[in-house]
Structures are given as C-alpha cells and as structure tokens.
C-alpha cells in the first residue's frame, strides 16, 4: 500500500500490513548536506544521530569559498585539546607526515588548500568514524581525502587518523572550513555501518 | 526495495586488456570500483590500471599519487588520456597474487563539477593512494577499466565490481 505526505504530496510505501518486509540493509544512508548553488554554509550539522549502527561513515565532495582546511567535530566539542591527528599526505613532488595534537577539531585535507575553492572542482573525502557509539573508549576515525587541480602545486592525497578524546557516543557532528565557508555544489552525506 | 550501498554490475574477464560498463544508472550518489586484478605482462616495463569515463580519449584525466614501496615514499602526477589507478600484478609476480584496487567517485552523476575520484591500490610490491580529476561536468554513464599498455592482458580471477551507493 503506497502512502501519499499530506505536507508535500511525495508518496512512497507504507510499513504497514499488505507491503513486502523493508530492511535498510546493512550500509544505511542516514542523513545528507549539500550547499545549493549560489549559496553558502558556514557549517553542515548532522544531529540526533541514532546509536543502531556500528560504524558511520562520511562521503564528501566539498568546496570552499576559500582554499581551506576543513574541521569536524564531534558532539559540539570545540575543547582546546580534544582532539589528535596523525596525516600522510603526497603532493606530486614530495611525501609529508605530520601530526596536531591537542587540538580544538579534527583537521581534515589540512594543508591550508585542501578544500576546493576552484570553480568546477570538489575535494573528495569519505571518512570512517569506527564504534562511534561506546561509552568506554576515545572515538577513532580513519580519512582518506584527495584534490587534484591538473595544477602541479596545490594537488594532494591524504591519509589521516584521528581521534576525538571523548567517551561519550558520538550524536552530533559538525563539519565546516577553517577560516572561510562551504561553497556551492558542496555534498555531505552520512551512513550508518552495521556490524 | 533496494538497499542503500548495492551491486551495479560484475565483470571476470579471463582476456583482453579492457572491460566497459555502460548505461550505469544516475539513481546513486556514488560509485565505488572493487577490482581484484592481474594481467599476464612479463616484461619489466611498466604498466598502470586505469579508467576512462564516457568513452572520453581526449587528455582530460590527470592524478596525484603517493607511494610506498617498502623502504620509500614518492609522490608524482599523472596526466594524459586516461586516469591511473595504479600498478598492479603481472607474471613477474608470485603465482596467485591480486592486485586490490578500489575506486571511489562521490556525486559521479552531478553535472556541474569535474569528477574528482580517490583511488587505493596495492600491486606490484607498492602501496598508492592516489586523488584523479575528470575535467568534465558531464554526468558519469560509462566506465572503462584498463591496462595501459595494449599488450598487457588480464588472466583468469580478475575480477571488476561496480557498486552504487544512495544517499537519503
């Protein structure tokens, strides 16, 4: 049986008798952000995050007003030091690691242009936020992030771990840009993992 | 009802140096290439996995990778008529090694941003993460998955795997 939404007229099936069984599968799409065209964000927010998965995972292509280094943050935590990060990353030319400890966000594609600013071009991220829902231990997340410009000086490929110093089980998430905000054409989209 | 992350097409090509998926679906948000793979090359030169979307032959790929090989990290660019995704194994390996290689191209379908895609890749004794651009807005409808070099074949247990994933 199909139900119609008296708020939008968009129809879809019911869960009630008469309709085959629905399971949402074991890779569950929970919440997604975009920047419109023409518009900007200073901040995309993912709230009231269920604690039924296992593992969340967050796919990105973004863009900045700036070239920029994006922040995630857990649960609103803007602490000073509650937050560690562990990064390789390849330019073209050479190879670099780094690390920031004690920091008030996760830094992700952190070389200062790792966000997009170019006009028809995304950085593209998927994060990993692995057991985001136990109360006994740090949260740890696992990133891979890459920008390629066909430039030769901005390019860049990151692999990064971080951890958010917290036992609290993860139900907020904010993402936003260091100093400038999420630009047009921005896609964030967030998935729960089962195990 | 279909699922959220799910199977889109499957190819196990026991010849040829290149497989073509077509008509895929702008329903996804992302797609994601799984490729178990290893050709039959057994000279020294070198020889690179790569894609092409929508039949595109003009230089309108570029990449940037990072490699490890064990002793060493480099980083170098890639550009021309295809995208690298990487060096995979060939007969100058062990029998019975894969190279894995997994695709990712998030908002593939989007048609106004060139198509930025993450490519991680283990084979012929490296390790690369490596970030292509497509300089084209065009939606993603086609992909080919190839070998470089035209005399380079892939042998039986290749496998190429493309998902989509959905987002609500």
Redesign the interface.
Same mark, same amino acid.
């Given at each position: 049986m199909s139900v119609s939404s008296v708020k939008t007229g968009a129809t879809g099936i019911s869960l009630l008798t008469g309709n085959a069984f629905y399971d949402p599968g074991d890779f569950a799409s929970i919440a997604t952000g975009t920047v419109a065209a023409g518009a900007t964000a200073s901040v995309i927010t993912f709230s009231s995050i269920p604690t039924t998965y296992t593992h969340l995972q967050l796919r990105m292509l973004a863009r900045g007003t700036a070239s920029d280094t994006m922040y995630v943050r857990f649960n609103n935590d803007s602490g000073a030091t509650n937050y560690d990060n562990h990064r390789l990353n390849g330019n073209g030319s050479t190879v670099g690691a780094d690390g920031r400890i004690n920091y008030s966000a996760l830094f992700v594609s952190s070389r200062g242009y790792g966000i997009s600013s170019t006009v028809n071009i995304g950085s593209a991220i998927v994060m990993d936020i692995l057991d985001y829902g136990n109360t006994n231990k740090y949260k740890v997340t696992k990133t891979i992030s890459g920008q390629e410009y066909n430039s030769g000086s901005t390019d860049d490929i990151e692999y990064t771990s971080g951890s958010w110093k917290s036992t609290s089980a993860v139900n907020r998430i904010d993402v936003s840009l260091a100093t400038s905000t999420l630009a047009q054409y921005t896609h964030i989209a967030l998935y729960g993992v089962k195990a | !009802?279909p699922? #959220? =992350?799910e199977p889109i097409a499957t190819s196990s090509p026991t010849s040829g140096n290149s497989v073509t998926f077509n008509s895929i679906s702008s329903s996804y #948000?992302?797609l994601i290439i799984v490729s178990s793979i290893r050709t039959d090359k057994t000279s020294a030169s070198s020889d690179t996995y790569a894609l092409r979307f929508n039949g595109d032959t003009n230089s309108n790929y570029? /990449?940037?990778? !990072?490699?490890g090989d064990g002793s060493s /990290? #480099? @980083?170098?660019?890639s @550009?021309g008529t295809t995208m690298f995704c990487g060096e995979v194994a060939d007969n100058n390996n062990t029998s019975g090694i894969f190279s894995p290689n997994i695709v990712?191209? #998030?908002?593939y379908s989007?048609s106004?941003? =060139?198509k930025? *895609?993450?490519i991680?890749n283990g084979g012929n004794n490296y390790l690369e993460?490596? /970030?292509?651009?497509w300089?084209s807005?065009s939606a993603i409808n086609s992909i080919t998955l190839m070998m470089n070099n035209s005399a380079s074949s892939f042998v039986s247990g290749t496998t190429i795997t493309i998902y989509g994933?959905? *987002? *609500?």
């Open positions: - | !009802m699922g #959220t =992350y #948000t992302d570029s /990449a940037v990778i !990072m490699r /990290a #480099t @980083s170098f660019k @550009s990712s191209i #998030t908002n989007n106004t941003t =060139y930025t *895609a993450i991680q993460r490596c /970030a292509g651009l300089r807005t994933i959905k *987002a *609500a």
